[in-house]
């Protein structure tokens, strides 16, 4: 639709500029017609006096259509200018209402991804093996403990590694040992979700914390959740240690960011990103600045929307949660390059500063 009112604008513009024109030509010729004439009747003395009234005419009648033709041309400007702006205007309205769509649908499919990791801790927690190793520690149960894991671990590829840690924060048993050597023994009492996940006032609850790489995990960026194990894997039970389960955060959030339906064009100018809630660059389309890097988002207070800034489009959407997830305040974001025949540069007029924010 802003494609058609731009380009219906263009062609009004055209055609009146060239009819006025056309206008002009023929009036610049009576009036050289109406000169030559009052010439003539100036030559004929007293028997051209009549024609001469009627030339000078001529010459007024040549003079006030030119004025029309002005008035006409500037009355053609300024509505087609206005036609312009809001074809423009509606063209961003659109490009960025589809945007901030696509910027929550982004953050909502990642947060239906780890609504899913709450369920699994809260269940993987009462697992008989993982009660075990810490009701009854001791080889044979870490032994089972550790095979219980690298099962699950077999099923549910989204996982770096699975822990088991003491009330002390000790782990005492993971489901990679041969790959992650140095995790068995490791004190993460000091760690956040060691201490976050204890906390947990029954065994509905669990914690989750923002994207961060575990030096244990070879440096990997993960999204930690964690529960407390508690006796006889009841919902009230006496907390006997932590379980932690470590989702392998780059390979899943790459495919939410690089596989959003925008088209082959957009893609080429547009940047995806999840952004935590004091907008660090959780993942990008791109690859540029992850968990280094800062969003300056300007949201107004507004959980989702858009505007424009330089020569850009900046979409986002605030996650709603999902079921009993409630996220941790992340964004979708979409940064998109202004196509230059939307700009102010290609003679739209209005300058960016001058036009209402959306969203």
């Not at 899913?116 to 149960?141: F, K, N, Q, Y």
């Not at 300056?296 to 929307?305: F, H, M, S």
Request: hydrophobic residues 40%.
């Amino acid at each position: 639709m802003a494609d058609a009112v731009l380009k219906l604008a263009y062609e009004v513009s055209r055609v009146t500029e060239e009819k006025v024109a056309l206008i002009e030509d023929v009036m610049r010729r009576t009036g050289v017609l109406a000169l030559n004439a009052r010439l003539e009747a100036a030559r004929a003395g007293e028997a051209g006096s009549a024609f001469s009234v009627v030339a000078q005419e001529m010459n007024g009648v040549a003079s006030d259509i030119r004025n029309i033709a002005r008035q006409l041309r500037e009355a053609v400007a300024t509505n087609i200018e206005q036609l312009r702006w809001a074809g423009s205007e509606m063209h961003f309205a659109l490009r960025g209402e589809r945007l901030a769509d696509l910027a929550l649908n982004a953050v909502e499919i990642m947060d239906r991804n780890l609504y899913e990791r709450s369920c699994d801790i809260r269940w993987w927690a009462t697992d008989i093996a993982m009660v075990e190793a810490l009701t009854h520690p001791g080889p044979d149960s870490s032994a089972y403990a550790r095979e219980r894991l690298a099962t699950i671990l077999r099923s549910y590829t989204v996982y770096l590694d699975l822990w088991i840690a003491d009330r002390d924060g000790r782990v005492v048993a993971t489901g990679r040992p041969d790959l992650y050597r140095g995790a068995i023994g490791v004190d993460v009492s000091d760690e956040p979700w060691f201490r976050r996940g204890l906390g947990c006032s029954s065994g509905d609850d669990f914690a989750v914390c923002d994207i961060a790489r575990n030096p244990h995990l070879g440096g990997a960026a993960v999204a930690t959740y964690s529960t407390a194990i508690r006796a006889g894997g009841r919902s009230d039970g006496e907390r006997l240690g932590v379980m932690g389960i470590f989702f392998d955060w780059a390979p899943q959030a790459a495919t939410i960011v690089q596989g959003l339906a925008l088209s082959e064009e957009e893609r080429k100018t547009s940047r995806v990103m999840l952004l935590s809630a004091d907008h660090h660059v959780l993942a990008a389309s791109d690859g540029r600045d992850i968990l280094t890097g800062k969003v300056v988002l300007e949201t107004e207070g507004r959980t989702r929307g858009w505007y424009r800034r330089g020569g850009s489009i900046i979409a986002f959407a605030r996650t709603p949660g999902y079921e009993t997830y409630q996220g941790l305040g992340w964004y979708g974001c979409i940064e998109a390059a202004v196509d230059a025949e939307w700009d102010e540069d290609a003679g739209l007029g209005t300058p960016r500063a001058a036009r209402p924010a959306g969203g």
